[in-house]
């Protein structure tokens, strides 16, 4: 009967919030993911099985976090199954359903965030926080079919991928982060490489865009706060900055793209239906505010707050090798609740 609950509570929501995004096609991402973790699933022992899954109910689904989860013994804390406890076969499997959960191009940013580990272990020579690019950790909450609730994450350092699932019906995607330590590979045979290069540079582009009265408006003195691990709920307060409807016609195509940088991480068919929640919300009531510098090495925050979502971005930290704001965390979420919870 719980389980029957939670799932009409899903199904309304989906309807009532427009959360549902993609009708179950064959080939629709749902789809994809379900049979991606039921090949998953397939591939695992029991012993394995029993670390990566968790009941639909399970308080472990909305226990998300970005940063590092290890105990004093440098023991992973993080729950699910981690990518070094996997055979080949098994991370390939995993793969594919990060894969099937993505876009090309987030795709690509969730693997090269897993590979900058590898850098931050060779710079911080044993330091206190374990890197290690098999810290990403797998998990499937309830169980994936064609019918019913269910759910699957994947986790680690500066990497948080959640969805919530109806079948093969995608409920909600979010929370949504990806980060980079570093932002900027700064030597090796990487060097220059920027893996989530548009989501800053277009913030900077359209914050100097701005006349002085629009500046005014858009530049807060105090920086964004992080995206709260844990929380359900964005905690944001009334949206502050330049709103939308006082932007040119070419700084509202600029804010246009700079969402694209989030949504295009998403798998194709959920970034359109995220897109269509920002625009049936009303563009014009959606704000864009700015924090610190514009120059490269120099901190930054920026906050892009509509009526159903907000875009987190901060690169206020040095990366590993004491580089001056070179650490990027960037998060897209829901208004009223993740998770395909309306709190």
Known sequence: MKSARKLLTLVVLASVAGLAYVAQQTDAPGAQMVAAAQTFLGTLKDEQKTQATFAFDSKERTNWNFTPQQDKDKKATRKGLPLEDMTAEQKKAALALVKAGTSETGNLAATTIMHLESILADQEKNGAMVRKPGWYFFTVFGTPSKT??????????????????????????????????????????????????????????????????????????????????????????????????????????????????????????????????????????????????????????????????????????????????????????????DFGLNN
């Open 148 to 337: 019913g609730p269910w759910g699957w994450r994947v986790e680690g350092h500066h990497l948080s991928l959640n969805f919530t699932m109806d079948g093969t019906q995608v409920v909600a995607s979010t929370p949504t982060f990806f980060g980079a330590n570093p932002a900027e590979i700064k030597d090796g045979p990487n060097k220059g490489k920027r893996i989530l290069a548009s989501s800053e540079d277009l913030a900077i582009d359209l914050f100097k865009s701005l006349n002085a009265e629009q500046k005014k408006v858009a530049y807060q003195d105090k920086q964004f706060p992080e995206p709260g691990e844990k929380t359900l709920v964005p905690k944001l307060g009334k949206p502050v900055g330049v709103p939308r409807s006082q932007l040119s016609m070419t700084q509202k195509e600029v804010l246009w793209q700079l969402l694209k940088s989030y949504t295009e991480r998403m798998h194709p068919q959920v970034a359109e239906a995220e897109l269509k929640l920002v625009k049936d919300g009303g563009l014009d009531q959606v704000h864009f505010a700015y924090t610190g510098d514009t120059e490269p090495g120099k901190g930054h925050t920026y906050r892009i707050h509509g009526p159903s979502f907000v875009v987190e971005f901060l690169n206020m930290q040095p990366d590993s090798a004491k580089n001056p704001a070179n650490h990027i965390h960037s998060c897209w979420r829901h208004v009223t609740g």
